[in-house]
């Protein structure tokens, strides 16, 4: 639906209400379309809004099937030669 500025104004609740339930409201500024309302749950999904760096590291695989452990043996011996 579309509104002229000054209606939306007046009726802001309703367009309110209408972006929610029917979609995004157009509102007119001197006969052009100037902004339009939406539901921010739509809105977040147009805008493609991307995790940062700590959000992708919880959002990633538990770690809780990853072998940690250590060999106890020590590590080998190598030869080097004569570096000098």
């Known amino acids: 639906m579309s509104w002229q500025l000054q209606e939306a104004k007046q009726r802001f609740s309703e367009v309110a209400r209408r972006a929610k339930d029917d979609g995004p409201q157009i509102v007119t500024r001197h006969g052009e379309e100037d902004v339009v309302v939406m539901d921010v749950t739509e809105y977040r999904r147009l805008l493609g809004r991307t995790k940062d760096f700590k959000e ?17 043996e020590l590590p080998r011996e190598i030869d080097l030669g004569d570096a000098s």
Do not use: K, Q, V, W
């Open 56 to 72: 992708l590291l919880f959002d990633g695989p538990g770690l809780e099937d990853l072998d940690l452990t250590r060999p106890a």
